[in-house]
Nanobody, 117 residues
């Protein structure tokens, strides 16, 4: 079954950038859509961005232009490039993989992003 491992989180000042990575293993990468989600303390988890197996993307409206999701099929990794970070971007970020025609979600363990001066 699919396994996901996130990395790249950390502490950054407002206006800074981070690139998160989601390493995929255990199944055929090309069969999965992968999305990034985040959850701040006391808030609901929300989907930040998604990339389909064929490469099309969609984003949370409020983040368009600052975040970019991409996938590298050779490395079986999905990235989330986050620019112009704001304190409200502080959250634990998770990646999730969903196989085509399936409703079973596969989640990583999360990586913490903290934006603060």
């Amino acid at each position: 079954q699919a396994e996901l491992v996130e990395s790249g989180g950390g502490f950054v000042q407002p206006g800074g950038s981070l690139r998160l990575s989601c390493a995929f293993s255990g199944s055929r990468f090309s069969n999965y859509a992968v999305s990034w989600h985040r959850q701040a303390p006391g808030k609901k988890r929300e989907r930040v961005a998604r990339i389909q197996s064929w490469g099309s993307t969609d984003y949370l409206d409020s983040l368009k232009g600052r975040f970019t999701i991409s996938r590298d099929s050779a490395k079986e990794t999905v990235y989330l490039q986050m620019n112009d970070l704001k304190p409200e971007d502080t959250a634990t970020y998770y990646c999730m993989a969903l196989r085509r025609f399936s409703s079973r979600e596969h989640w990583g363990q999360g990586t913490q992003v903290t934006v603060s001066s």
